[in-house]
């Protein structure tokens, strides 16, 4: 094994391109653990030779690779599983929420499309605030506050409409299907659904849905029927967007929300939209990333973070090695620093996203970087002058024909605000409190965020959702992304420069232990198996204070398999309910 491992740190040293060549290949041996290396090399993906479909709960897997296998392109598979995953993946799937999708088309069209939540309109930048002006969290999470304007329907129905291929009534049949039949909850679905049972009883319309008669929730082997779901999607298909936006779903979320207290009008429903616009783009090692631009955080972020490392020789020091862990921290420090300062919804002001992730930027910032030391976070603010856990879920798709799409949408929290409004059998999210209830106060995530991210009537609230494309000579090299707040950047960053730098397979990439540090609190939140005591003591010698979480993030991933000319496709261990499927 340590001749293996020697060997392969060998190939580590060659040149990038070569890396991209050599993905098959154990994971070298490079200072992380016995077991961490034990589990790592047995991550091998799924392997396909034409298209991949790969989500956080496999029925919906099943639903995507059924639209590719009747000649749908990945755009309708896309429109198929998200509906599905509203069914299947209640947590998280979603008609309530909102989301982000990037695509990249055979003919080299790269697009995003932002169907975020909203703020209603009768919103105020203090309205999460208490009498005494301090920010009540419970009203920005758990009130009928907390809920923005859902997008998930328009988002999922404009992509259709514009680069689909199918009817909306034929992508939408599987997925009416499975809430009218129901479906068998396997082991993770049901403990999803048992870690919001306390909630649910409290609320009539949920507990008919998700408990028993008494109280107690459904277990592994039980059936989900969802017949209140099942007639809001049957609306849906029949009517469109305007069924759920003018119809009588509106109507009864408006009539719920004012009731408790909410702000919704169906004004605020009418006039939702969902614009299409540029990705963020940015180049890495001869690769091109293609991400989420504002009102995310993820794709700005994401570069900018690349652009400082680009100079470090991170294959030659190895994954999880003090070294890359160092200058990955405190470049990840410095892009979070920015990213609470500057960004907000592009509608409300501009970001300087060119500046954030130009070279020059990078320069400056890599210059503040210590070798042998960690920079206080106090020492860290926006550098340009004065100026979302597992709550969520991703999943990426290619086709035959070499278009991609990734899509990442959200509740926020698990269940988001665990609210029904009547018969619609959905979930509401509570998105209101991505925004800044006020400055130098933490979000849900730890975020500590700027005046850019207030609330407004309108406004879209800052993001993590990174769904991102890789490209290497403008084609489909990797499709990923992932739940989990703040993580989500992190995550997403970890799984390119473990496929990049660090030769791993995309299973490998997606599996292994994570690192994340988000400028403030100035932590560096770890996974068990990331650091070995050695690497450990030689950081906190540093400076580095560790906190060990457990996992976090679903990154659902897919790679051009360079072996094979097909692809590899990776549903994240951490998530066993999701499956990654290919013909």
């Not at 169907?115 to 209603?120: G, I, L, T, Y």
């Amino acid at each position: 094994m340590r001749r293996l491992g020697a060997l392969l740190a060998a190939v580590l040293l060659l040149s990038s391109a070569a890396l991209a060549d050599s993905r098959d290949a154990a994971l070298p041996d490079l200072g992380v653990s016995s077991a961490t290396r034990a589990m790592l090399a047995a991550a091998q993906p799924v392997r396909a030779r034409q298209a991949m479909v790969v989500t956080a709960q496999h029925l919906a897997t099943e639903v995507g690779l059924d639209i590719l296998k009747k000649g749908g392109n990945a755009v309708d598979a896309a429109v198929a599983v998200g509906y599905a995953l509203a069914v299947v993946h209640p947590c998280c799937g979603n008609l309530g929420g909102g989301g982000f999708m990037t695509v990249h088309l055979a003919d080299g069209r790269n697009l995003f499309l932002d169907f975020r939540e909203k703020a209603p309109l009768a919103a105020t930048p203090d309205m999460f605030l208490d009498a005494d002006g301090k920010a009540d969290p419970g009203l920005s999470r758990d009130s009928w506050l907390a809920t923005g304007v859902p997008g998930t329907v328009l988002g999922l129905n404009e992509a259709l409409a514009r680069f689909g291929t199918m009817p909306r009534a034929e992508v939408m049949a599987p997925a009416i299907a499975l809430a009218t039949e129901g479906f068998v909850l396997d082991a993770a679905d049901a403990r999803l659904l048992g870690l919001r049972a306390g909630l649910f009883a409290g609320r009539p319309n949920v507990a008919r849905i998700f408990l028993h008669p008494d109280g107690t929730p459904l277990q592994a082997g039980e059936r989900l029927e969802q017949p209140a779901l099942a007639q809001t999607l049957e609306a849906i298909s029949r009517g469109g967007s305007d069924a759920f936006y003018k119809g009588p779903i509106a109507r009864a979320i408006v009539a719920a929300s004012q009731r408790g207290g909410g702000l919704f009008t169906m004004r605020d429903f009418a006039t939702y939209t969902a614009p299409w616009s540029e990705p963020v783009g940015c180049d890495y090692r001869g690769y091109r990333i293609v991400s989420a631009p504002p009102p995310s955080s993820g794709g700005t972020v994401v570069c900018e973070v690349l652009q400082i490392l680009k100079p470090y020789p991170l294959a030659q020091w190895g994954y999880a090695s003090p070294r890359a862990s160092h200058y990955l921290v405190e470049a990840e420090r410095r892009a979070f620093a920015d990213r609470n300062t500057y960004l907000g919804d592009p509608a409300f002001g501009k970001n300087p996203v060119e500046r954030l992730i130009s070279p020059d930027h990078a320069k400056t910032l890599r210059a503040t970087i210590r070798p042998d030391r960690a920079t206080p976070s106090s020492e860290i603010s926006g550098s340009l002058g004065a100026a979302e856990g597992q709550h969520t879920t991703h999943y990426s798709i290619v086709d035959a024909q070499g278009n991609a799409v990734s899509v990442t949408y959200t509740l926020n929290f698990f269940f988001g605000t665990g609210r029904i409004a009547g018969d619609t059998g959905f979930f509401l999210n509570n998105e209101m409190d991505d925004f800044t209830a006020k400055p130098g106060v933490a979000n849900a995530f730890g975020l500590v965020q700027g005046r850019a991210n207030a609330v407004a009537p309108g406004k879209r609230p800052l993001s993590s959702m990174t769904p991102t494309i890789v490209l290497r000579n403008g084609k489909v090299f990797m499709v990923t992304g992932s739940p989990g707040g703040s993580t989500i950047i992190s995550t997403v960053l970890g799984t390119i420069l473990n496929v990049v730098d660090f030769g791993m397979n995309i299973q490998q990439a997606v599996d292994a232990p994570r690192l994340h540090h988000q400028w403030l609190p100035d932590l560096v939140f770890v996974e068990p198996g990331y650091l070995t005591p050695k690497s450990r003591s030689a950081l906190e010698a540093m400076g580095y204070s560790f906190k060990e979480r457990p996992p976090w993030g679903a990154a659902e991933a897919i790679l051009a398999d360079p072996a094979t000319g097909g692809l590899q496709g990776a549903n994240d261990s951490r998530r066993p309910a999701g499956a990654a499927r290919g013909h």
